[in-house]
């Protein structure tokens, strides 16, 4: 015979879990924000109405050397110096080079890379002159 103390045993891990399930899918349900060494790029996003594109530059330097992208594809050292839009991503220049649904998804994946938050500026997130021009700014994480 089981004991109620058992079941209550049950009882609780499965609440645990079901709290814990939870909890991932609000996480997985939430914007995704620019975290620290993104580029943020919004030369033309916020005026066409899409919000502004995150680049996780750290993501993409693990996986490809520096040359390919700013040799080979011509991507300027420069957050925001390179005038990217949606006809030559899908002419398969800039970003669209591997977002092709061949070296990467494609771009009818339109909220991976438009994913920041309206109206944040072209900017490498959280860099050392944004800390130094806003000194006093809570640091948000
Ligand atoms: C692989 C990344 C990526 C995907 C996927 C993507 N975009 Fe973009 N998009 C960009 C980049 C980078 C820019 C330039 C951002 C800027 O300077 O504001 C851009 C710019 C734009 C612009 C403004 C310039 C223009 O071409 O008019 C619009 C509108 C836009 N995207 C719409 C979309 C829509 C709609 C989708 C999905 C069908 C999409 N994008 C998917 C990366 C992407
Ligand atoms: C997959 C493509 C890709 C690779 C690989 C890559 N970059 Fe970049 N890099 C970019 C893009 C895109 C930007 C932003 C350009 C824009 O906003 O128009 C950028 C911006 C930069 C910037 C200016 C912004 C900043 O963070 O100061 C520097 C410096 C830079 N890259 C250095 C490097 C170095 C060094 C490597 C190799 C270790 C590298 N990148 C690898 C795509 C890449
Ligand atoms: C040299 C190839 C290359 C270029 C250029 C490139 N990407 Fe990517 N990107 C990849 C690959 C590969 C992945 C991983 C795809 C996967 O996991 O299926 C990726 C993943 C991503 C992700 C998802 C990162 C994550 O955490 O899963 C975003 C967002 C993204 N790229 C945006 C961009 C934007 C915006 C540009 C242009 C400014 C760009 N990429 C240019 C190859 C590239």
């Known amino acids: 015979m089981y004991s109620r103390h058992r079941f209550r045993g049950l009882r609780r891990s ?3 879990a079901i709290v814990m399930l939870a909890s991932i899918a609000f996480w ?3 914007p995704a924000y620019a975290e620290y060494g993104d580029v943020v790029i ?3 996003s916020d005026a066409a109405g899409m919000r502004p ?3 996780p530059h750290w993501f993409h330097r ?3 050397r520096c040359k390919v992208c700013h040799a080979d594809l011509g991507f300027q050292f420069k957050a925001g110096g390179n005038q990217i839009n949606m006809l030559k991503i899908i002419d398969g220049q800039f970003c669209g080079a591997c ?3 061949d070296v990467a998804w ?3 994946n339109c909220n ?3 994913s920041a938050k309206p109206g944040t500026p072209t900017q490498v997130h959280e860099s050392t002159i944004q800390k130094l021009a806003a000194p006093t700014e809570p640091a948000r994480k």
Do not use: D, I, K, P
Request: aromatic content about 12%; some cysteine; proline content about 0%.
């Open 14 to 16: 499965l609440a645990a």
């Open 28 to 30: 997985l349900s939430q």
């Open 42 to 44: 919004n030369n033309y």
């Open 53 to 55: 594109v995150v680049f």
């Open 62 to 64: 693990m996986r490809f």
């Open 99 to 101: 977002h092709n649904g």
């Open 106 to 108: 494609s771009v009818e």
């Open 112 to 114: 991976l890379c438009h």
